[in-house]
């Protein structure tokens, strides 16, 4: 079984961090609509929805991704680029600790769970705005008794990694170009955004579909040429705030 960890919309929402978008008014009761319709996608897709209530005072807290990585084995929790955001760790160390054994990033490690792609055995650490040097060689230390091969990206032009590459089927990535490299990733097929798109990279793979943004629909229709099978959602306030399908839930193996 599948647990999706959520967490309902901040109604300060519109004081999230920003650093590449410029802000705007964002409309907390049709956010509030279009999550509870991500929830329902999710559940539909077969996992159990951990709904967790509201953080008033945490506006970037719906964006659970961020706090930790969930692995078979363990999870750990983060300590996010943006200070704002650290103590939002809290609630989700309480709630994991019923699932996993739990390690901890220390300072000055920072780490924000979009900059952490999973492919197999192998994570593949943004090094961004939000995550850095310090933060990948204590995921790298933490989880080599478990196995796991830990890669540093370069990411330019984008808040987190997975803003730019993304897991579509089971070899293969769904990617901008513009802001991570493919050569980075051995063993893949890609498959480019629409130019005219620069954000349509950001999906969710859950079991053989993928939860895709109703609003890139130059790059859904590649992604259906392609054969990639989509269930699409609307995310248009959610990504006012930088956020996305990925972000908006913690996936892991029950």
Known sequence: MLVAITRKVSPS?????LTHLERQAIDVNIACAQHLAYEHKLAKLGCQVHSLPTEPELPDSVFVEDTAIVLDEVAII??????????????????????????FIQPPGTLDGGDVLCLGKTLYIGLSSRSNLDAIEQVRSLLEPYGYIVVGVNVAGVLHL????????????????AWASKSDFIDYEFIEIDPSEPYASNALLISDTVIYPTSYTRTRKRLERSGIELTCVAVSELA???GAVTCCSLIFKA
């Open 162 to 177: 997975k803003s730019a590459v993304t897991q579509v089927a089971k070899e293969t990535l769904l990617i901008n170009p």
């Open 13 to 17: 929402i519109g004081r999230c961090e």
């Open 78 to 103: 983060t300590r996010p680029g943006a200070a704002s955001r650290i103590p939002e760790i809290e609630t989700i160390t309480r709630v994991l600790t019923s699932y996993r054994k739990l390690l």
């Open 240 to 242: 006012k705030a930088e």
